[in-house]
């Protein structure tokens, strides 16, 4: 029966495993295969490229660097050219694992996150100049998707909309409380590649989409706000999420323009191939974790329906279900919680952190208040891009004893709650989990361990 050191042995490396288990970069390697004259992809399509079409391919997002690589070893030089828009220049998931290097047939720019910079822009510029000589040339184009590309890519579908502007509204609409679903609801309607709009330039051309996907299942037209699929029929409006969340005031004119002066006429149906499959996603890394939590030997159960929740709800949601779990087991048992998502996190101050740290601290917290227990307590919470909100951290691990050492050094943790500030808190404390960036991007994942003294 492991003790409280033990416990949080096992969440750090239950984490690292899922980590190895959504490598975007083996993911493609998985998914495309050259078979003679024919490109395979996922099993699903395949595409004739005999001796001379050329390919062009585009990536996005946080994975980009690990996805272009693995695209770039499989066909090399029938590339013809490429985009990659990340937010760093790319490193193998592997603790001090080497950088990733590409050939110069690449255009490489560092986007904004979570807003756009000029470099999104020029990204962008970058795109629509390969797409209208693809297009020309009826070539096959495989865009390579995965989250975080809402920032690193972006073009206004206004003249008028400035980057300051764009960069205002990404800001406000991260830090309101608003779902992915329904930021993205609002990025589309003032944006001239989201929703579609960039795939749409190179109408004449095969197209496959391979998705990492940050955003929940089945959503993944959400994925970087969707630039090569159109939104779903469902998706919510704009100016709904405007009023719902009264951000009227705090969005840029230009912005606003824009959004009410959108357009819903669609393109002419294309008549080329168009085919999208998602790689990884979070329910890959939560099986992952899974498994690597029984082969510890830990009685373990994944909670699907705590994930999207606002945080305060979704922690009380944990903790519950963790005390259920903990009841079935034996004195002789460990017992692991697993879930997954992205909790609703409005920032409340200008502190340090993110919804993963606050979800960490909270969790420590709410434990701390509840009657105490005949048993050892450890949760580990973090992004699996390796960073959580304006922090340097992926986020942060505590235990049963948590607020006890920080109340013994000064600190109190509704202070810190109130301020938006968990990383402060837990650099104090010496309990930050810190990966740098991952090279892949599949929601969080929550890790919460419990045995008997």
Same mark, same amino acid.
């Given at each position: 029966?492991?003790?409280?050191?033990?416990?949080?042995?096992?969440?750090?490396?239950?984490?690292?495993?899922?980590?190895?288990?959504?490598?975007?970069?083996?993911?493609?390697?998985?998914?495309?295969?050259?078979?003679?004259?024919? !490109?395979?992809? %996922? @099993? +699903?399509?395949?595409? &004739? /490229?005999?001796?001379? #079409?050329?390919?062009? $391919?585009?990536?996005? *997002?946080?994975?980009?660097?690990?996805?272009?690589?693995?695209?770039?070893?499989?066909?090399?030089?029938?590339?013809?050219?490429?985009?990659?828009?990340?937010?760093?220049?790319?490193?193998?998931?592997?603790?001090?694992?080497?950088?990733?290097?590409?050939?110069?047939?690449?255009?490489?720019?560092?986007?904004?996150?979570?807003?756009?910079?000029?470099?999104?822009?020029?990204?962008?510029?970058?795109?629509?100049?390969?797409?209208?000589?693809?297009?020309?040339?009826?070539?096959?184009?495989?865009?390579?998707?995965?989250?975080?590309?809402?920032?690193?890519?972006?073009?206004?579908?206004?003249?008028?909309?400035?980057?300051?502007?764009?960069?205002?509204?990404?800001?406000? !609409?991260?830090? %309101? @409380? +608003?779902?992915?679903? &329904? /930021?993205?609801?609002? #990025?589309?309607?003032? $944006?001239?590649?989201? *929703?579609?709009?960039?795939?749409?330039?190179?109408?004449?051309?095969?197209?496959?989409?391979?998705?990492?996907?940050?955003?929940?299942?089945?959503?993944?037209?959400?994925?970087?706000?969707?630039?090569?699929?159109?939104?779903?029929?469902?998706?919510?409006?704009?100016?709904?999420?405007?009023?719902?969340?009264?951000?009227?005031?705090?969005?840029?004119?230009?912005?606003?323009?824009?959004?009410?002066?959108?357009?819903?006429?669609?393109?002419?149906?294309?008549?080329?191939?168009?085919?999208?499959?998602?790689?990884?996603?979070?329910?890959?890394?939560?099986?992952?974790?899974?498994?690597?939590?029984?082969?510890?030997?830990?009685?373990?159960?994944?909670?699907?329906?705590?994930?999207?929740?606002?945080?305060?709800?979704?922690?009380?949601?944990?903790?519950? #279900?963790?005390?259920?779990?903990?009841?079935?087991?034996?004195?002789?048992?460990?017992?692991?919680?697993?879930?997954?998502?992205?909790?609703?996190?409005?920032?409340?101050?200008?502190?340090?952190?993110?919804?993963?740290?606050?979800?960490?601290?909270?969790?420590?917290?709410?434990?701390?208040?509840?009657?105490?227990?005949?048993?050892?307590?450890?949760?580990?919470?973090?992004?699996?891009?390796?960073?959580?909100?304006?922090?340097?951290?992926?986020?942060?691990?505590?235990?049963?004893?948590?607020?006890?050492?920080?109340?013994?050094?000064?600190?109190?943790?509704?202070?810190?709650?109130?301020?938006?500030?968990?990383?402060?808190?837990?650099?104090?404390?010496?309990?930050?989990?810190?990966?740098?960036?991952?090279?892949?991007?599949?929601?969080?994942?929550?890790?919460?361990?419990?045995?008997?003294?």
């Amino acid at each position: 029966m492991p003790n409280l050191t033990q416990l949080r042995i096992a969440a750090r490396e239950i984490f690292e495993e899922a980590l190895r288990g959504v490598d975007a970069e083996e993911a493609v390697r998985r998914a495309v295969q050259l078979e003679g004259s024919r !490109l395979n992809f %996922c @099993g +699903a399509a395949t595409v &004739e /490229i005999g001796k001379s #079409r050329n390919i062009y $391919s585009i990536a996005i *997002g946080k994975a980009a660097p690990a996805m272009a690589s693995a695209l770039d070893a499989i066909i090399g030089n029938r590339i013809a050219a490429g985009v990659l828009a990340g937010n760093t220049s790319g490193y193998r998931p592997a603790a001090g694992g080497e950088r990733i290097s590409l050939p110069s047939r690449w255009q490489m720019f560092r986007g904004g996150h979570p807003e756009p910079n000029e470099q999104s822009l020029a990204a962008a510029k970058a795109c629509f100049e390969l797409l209208e000589r693809a297009n020309a040339e009826r070539a096959l184009v495989i865009f390579l998707i995965s989250g975080g590309g809402s920032a690193m890519l972006e073009w206004p579908i206004d003249e008028g909309i400035t980057l300051a502007d764009l960069r205002t509204a990404n800001k406000t !609409l991260v830090n %309101c @409380g +608003a779902s992915i679903t &329904e /930021i993205n609801a609002v #990025r589309r309607a003032f $944006s001239a590649v989201k *929703g579609g709009h960039l795939a749409e330039r190179a109408q004449n051309c095969d197209q496959i989409t391979l998705i990492v996907s940050d955003v929940p299942p089945g959503e993944e037209r959400n994925v970087a706000s969707g630039p090569t699929l159109a939104p779903p029929g469902n998706a919510p409006d704009a100016g709904n999420v405007i009023e719902r969340y009264s951000l009227r005031s705090q969005l840029p004119e230009a912005i606003l323009r824009a959004i009410e002066a959108e357009s819903t006429t669609s393109e002419d149906e294309p008549t080329s191939l168009r085919k999208h499959f998602v790689l990884l996603d979070n329910e890959s890394a939560l099986e992952a974790a899974a498994e690597a939590a029984r082969r510890r030997g830990f009685i373990t159960e994944i909670v699907n329906d705590v994930s999207d929740q606002p945080i305060e709800e979704g922690c009380a949601q944990l903790l519950s #279900r963790l005390e259920v779990l903990h009841a079935k087991v034996s004195t002789q048992d460990t017992a692991c919680l697993i879930s997954g998502g992205e909790f609703a996190c409005p920032l409340q101050g200008d502190g340090l952190g993110g919804r993963n740290l606050e979800t960490a601290l909270r969790l420590a917290h709410a434990r701390n208040l509840m009657s105490p227990g005949p048993e050892n307590f450890a949760a580990l919470c973090a992004g699996t891009d390796g960073l959580d909100g304006n922090s340097p951290a992926a986020g942060a691990i505590v235990d049963n004893t948590t607020i006890d050492r920080a109340q013994a050094i000064g600190l109190d943790a509704a202070d810190f709650i109130a301020c938006s500030d968990a990383y402060s808190f837990f650099i104090a404390l010496g309990d930050v989990i810190a990966t740098g960036a991952t090279g892949t991007n599949v929601r969080d994942i929550r890790i919460l361990l419990t045995t008997w003294l």
